[in-house]
């Protein structure tokens, strides 16, 4: 799912809760966010398959990512 479909779907599953984001762009960035911490936990391996050769500069963000390894 893009990052404004899911923005747009954080924003519908929060609805008017106390502090919820108010306008679509703040929900896209912590859609984003929320993918990166994802990301940084479950690391490269839980990308599928058919994803991973599409990431634009994938080998060098796989060297960076090894340097915290």
Same mark, same amino acid.
């Given at each position: 799912m893009g990052g404004k479909a899911t923005g747009a779907l954080l924003g519908l599953a929060i609805g008017d809760a106390p502090g919820r984001p108010t306008e679509f762009d703040d929900v896209d960035a912590i859609?984003?966010?929320?993918?990166?911490f994802a990301g940084a936990h479950l690391g490269a391996g839980? @990308?599928?398959a058919a994803w991973v050769e599409r990431i634009?500069?994938?080998?060098?963000?796989?060297?960076?990512?090894?340097? @915290?390894?």
């Open positions: 859609a984003c966010l929320t993918g990166a839980a @990308w599928p634009e500069h994938r080998d060098e963000l796989l060297e960076f990512g090894a340097l @915290w390894d």
